[in-house]
């Protein structure tokens, strides 16, 4: 079978919080191919990884990265910065950088040259602007549109953002989109995996990648399918 990319969402949240250093040093271990995060803008000008628009009750973008590192999170966990992820993750696995709100997308891409090979970066958005926006500030770097629902034509969109992949939440990835994609020279990523037979049924359509809460159940699975066994 093809080699399919095991990506880790937001690292290995069965063990710790999602988005932290912790969990994707976990993801490291299993091993994976890849790590999901996501990535906000603070208030002056700095990057933080998190999902969530609110810390705390306060809008991320209105605080500053020292608010932010004051108030933290549960357990003594604590929001990374986007140069630390870099850090942690260099020659070490792939990173699919998620675009939640960015502002300054010159400095953050900045950032993201200086901390890892773009051989190694995939940037990822359900903003459609701000998927162009990289592709036309960072054409080096790959691109991906996410989406979370069906759509009528998924190459279109993909073409209208100058995106390299689909990145399609189950189940909307279906062979036919697979085959269209594949004669638009397009990847296609699978995220919103609930459980082990969503991901066996993915593989059988030979997709390019996966995005799972599951990383370790996949790996396994995915080892089993490469050396041939029932």
């Known amino acids: 079978m093809k080699h399919v990319l095991n990506i880790a969402h937001r690292g290995f949240t069965r063990e710790f919080p999602d988005n932290t250093l912790e969990a994707f040093e976990a ?40 608010e932010i590192e004051e108030t933290g999170l549960e357990d003594g966990f604590r929001v990374p910065t986007l140069e630390e992820t870099l850090s942690v993750c260099r020659g070490r696995v792939k990173l699919n950088i998620e675009l939640k709100r960015v502002r300054s997308p010159e400095r953050f891409l900045g950032l993201v ?87 066996r049924a993915v593989l059988g359509l030979e997709v390019d990648g996966i995005i799972t809460d599951f990383p370790d159940e996949a790996a396994k699975e995915l080892d089993r399918m490469r050396r041939g066994l029932p």
């Open 27 to 66: 993801a490291i271990r299993i091993p994976v191919d890849g790590i999901e995060c996501d990535v906000r803008e603070t208030a002056d000008g700095r990057f933080v990884m998190f999902h969530d628009p609110e810390l705390s009750g306060r809008d991320i973008s209105r605080m500053s990265l020292a």
């Open 113 to 199: 040259r200086a901390g890892m090979s773009p051989d190694d970066v995939f940037l990822t958005s359900f903003n459609r602007d701000l998927v162009l926006e990289m592709a036309e500030l960072a054409p080096e770097i790959r691109r991906g549109i996410i989406t979370g629902t069906p759509l009528k034509d998924h190459v279109a969109l993909a073409r209208e953002t100058q995106s390299d992949a689909l990145i399609v939440m189950f189940p909307h990835a279906t062979a036919g989109l697979v085959t269209q994609a594949r004669g638009a020279d397009l990847a296609v990523f699978v995220w919103g995996l609930a459980d082990m037979a969503q991901v």
